[in-house]
């Protein structure tokens, strides 16, 4: 008698426990979210830079003010025009953990005494984020450096090639072309951008013109070399 007593509230026990199971089941069960479909979807212009639905970023010459090492010939050649110097236009669909976000950079192409037209430059604010660049089309290349500034390389950015910029690392665009250089960048929602560590240093390197070609030398070294 005892032993069917025990074995009916063992019983009850278990069937009680199911609903409340199931029940803890569906609640840990994230929602799927997918934002509308409008927002998954973009179109770019791999020559004119475009981008839709982004939101659109210029940087003028005036903008670039102490990132060229010739002063004079900045100096000279803002005072022809503030013209614009380059465009970016992010995509941002989702943020948070795990999210991408993409933007398209129009990079106009000249020099500044011999140094080549280029973007400022940027470290992530969190500093671990990589991201890939994907030239579409024009010349260029991409200046990267380490944060201790030991180390430098230089890659080139051309249509049909794909740069990877690794986590703790600058990173900035060249055009070494006569055209715009059109690219992609695709990057974590979080990675965020720090201008102002590089504001303050500028990268160690220069890249110059030298017989056409784009060389990568010392800062110190262009400075004292007497090129201009
Ligand atoms: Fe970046």
Same mark, same amino acid.
């Given at each position: 008698?005892?032993?069917?007593? /025990? #074995?009916?509230?063992?019983?009850? &026990?278990?069937?009680?426990?199911?609903?409340?199971?199931?029940?803890?089941?569906?609640? #840990?069960?994230?929602?799927?979210?997918?934002?509308?479909?409008?927002?998954?979807?973009?179109?770019?212009?791999?020559?004119?830079?475009?981008? &839709?639905?982004?939101?659109?970023?210029?940087?003028?010459?005036?903008? %670039?003010?102490? *990132?060229?090492?010739?002063?004079?010939?900045?100096? &000279? /050649?803002?005072?022809?025009?503030? @013209? /614009?110097?380059?465009?970016?236009? @992010?995509?941002?669909?989702?943020?948070?953990?795990?999210?991408?976000?993409?933007?398209?950079?129009?990079?106009?192409?000249?020099?500044?005494?011999?140094?080549?037209?280029?973007?400022?430059?940027?470290?992530?604010?969190?500093?671990?984020?990589?991201?890939?660049?994907?030239?579409? &089309?024009?010349?260029?290349?991409?200046?990267?450096?380490?944060?201790?500034? #030991?180390?430098?390389? /230089?890659?080139?950015?051309?249509?049909?090639?794909?740069?990877?910029?690794?986590?703790? #690392?600058?990173?900035?665009?060249?055009?070494?072309?006569?055209?715009?250089?059109?690219?992609?960048?695709? *990057?974590?929602?979080?990675?965020?951008?720090?201008?102002?560590?590089?504001?303050?240093?500028?990268?160690?390197?220069?890249?110059?013109?030298?017989?056409?070609?784009?060389?990568?030398?010392?800062?110190?070294? *262009? %400075?004292?070399?007497?090129?201009?």
């Amino acid at each position: 008698m005892v032993f069917l007593w /025990l #074995t009916s509230a063992i019983l009850c &026990s278990i069937l009680m426990q199911i609903p409340t199971f199931i029940l803890s089941s569906f609640l #840990t069960i994230k929602p799927i979210m997918i934002p509308n479909a409008a927002s998954l979807h973009s179109a770019f212009d791999p020559v004119m830079g475009t981008l &839709s639905g982004g939101s659109p970023t210029e940087r003028r010459l005036s903008d %670039m003010s102490g *990132y060229y090492a010739d002063t004079k010939a900045f100096d &000279s /050649l803002l005072a022809q025009g503030d @013209a /614009l110097h380059y465009a970016v236009s @992010a995509v941002a669909p989702a943020e948070g953990e795990g999210a991408l976000h993409y933007a398209i950079g129009n990079l106009l192409p000249g020099r500044v005494g011999r140094e080549y037209f280029m973007t400022k430059g940027h470290f992530h604010a969190w500093r671990a984020a990589g991201e890939y660049y994907i030239g579409l &089309s024009g010349e260029g290349v991409m200046l990267l450096e380490s944060e201790d500034g #030991t180390e430098s390389l /230089l890659l080139p950015l051309t249509a049909n090639a794909a740069v990877y910029v690794p986590g703790y #690392t600058a990173h900035r665009t060249i055009n070494t072309g006569d055209v715009p250089l059109i690219y992609l960048g695709i *990057y974590p929602a979080q990675a965020g951008h720090d201008y102002g560590a590089i504001a303050e240093r500028n990268f160690r390197h220069v890249v110059v013109d030298v017989d056409g070609k784009p060389v990568m030398m010392a800062r110190e070294a *262009y %400075m004292g070399s007497g090129m201009f």
